[in-house]
């Protein structure tokens, strides 16, 4: 017996609104974040935060922010558990501080978002090419030397995997910048992002971003042992803060 999933045809227009009014919002962000490079560098960062805003607004998001970066020294790199696209709105709304994106090569194939993105300073990374890596890590590091901090998924990509509760790997492009410039590693974990692409046709929706207050420590050195301890302590305070924002 075949069963047949019901929509409510409402639903199915307000999800169809919000998909014309984020490419609205998407394609309008390119001239203005042009513009806004002309005038200065760093202002295009904060046309993409208003452009965030707009998006989770559409898209009826309530983006549910505990701990604060109003403390982190501007020499920081700051990674993320990436778990869907709306991952990048989440964070540019969360995080108070000027950063710089290290984000998939692929999302800057898309017309327009991927030039604004550039525009905005943000990085792509490649998942080969040693060479391309390498590059875009050095300018990364030349970012975080300039005091403006980078913001990079360790996963290396969206987290598919069923476990969704913590890391499915942790690469360490992110240690290398860090050892490079002397800079603090801060953790952030996001919950919810993946829930709300898979239900998009709700009515409303809640997204949790925690910000952890302290850095974490490098090992002492780059042997196994040391990097498979501090990965595991990130997969740890990934899991423990998903658990007090699914408890709120």
Not at 161 to 177: A, H, K, N, P, Q
Request: proline content about 4%; overall charge positive; glycine content about 6%.
């Amino acid at each position: 017996m075949s069963l047949s999933r019901s929509y409510n045809p409402l639903l199915l227009v307000l999800c169809l609104v919000r998909l014309i009014l984020v490419c609205g919002l998407t394609l309008a962000i390119l001239p203005v974040v042009l513009l806004a490079r002309i005038v200065s560098r760093r202002l295009p960062h904060r046309a993409a935060r208003v452009w965030a805003r707009l998006v989770l607004l559409c898209c009826g998001i309530r983006v549910e922010r505990e701990g604060s970066d109003e403390t982190w020294e501007a020499r920081s790199v700051i990674i993320s558990n990436h778990l869907g696209y709306l991952d990048i709105p989440v964070i540019l709304v969360s995080l108070q501080i000027p950063f710089r994106f290290i984000a998939d090569s692929g999302v800057f194939k898309v017309p327009v978002l991927g030039t604004a993105m550039r525009l905005c300073g943000y990085l792509p990374i490649w998942r080969s090419g040693h060479k391309r890596i390498r590059k875009t890590m050095q300018r990364a590091a030349g970012y975080v030397k300039a005091d403006l901090p980078v913001v990079i998924f360790p996963e290396g990509g969206i987290n598919r995997s069923s476990d969704r509760d913590g890391y499915c790997r942790v690469l360490f492009g992110f240690e290398m910048i860090a050892r490079e410039t002397g800079a603090r590693v801060h953790q952030v974990t996001l919950c919810g992002t993946a829930e709300v692409q898979r239900t998009f046709c709700r009515l409303r929706h809640r997204t949790g971003c925690l910000i952890h207050e302290s850095g974490l420590e490098l090992p002492l050195s780059e042997s196994r042992q040391e990097r498979d301890d501090l990965a595991a302590r990130i997969d740890v305070r990934s899991r423990e803060a998903m658990r007090r924002i699914r408890q709120q």
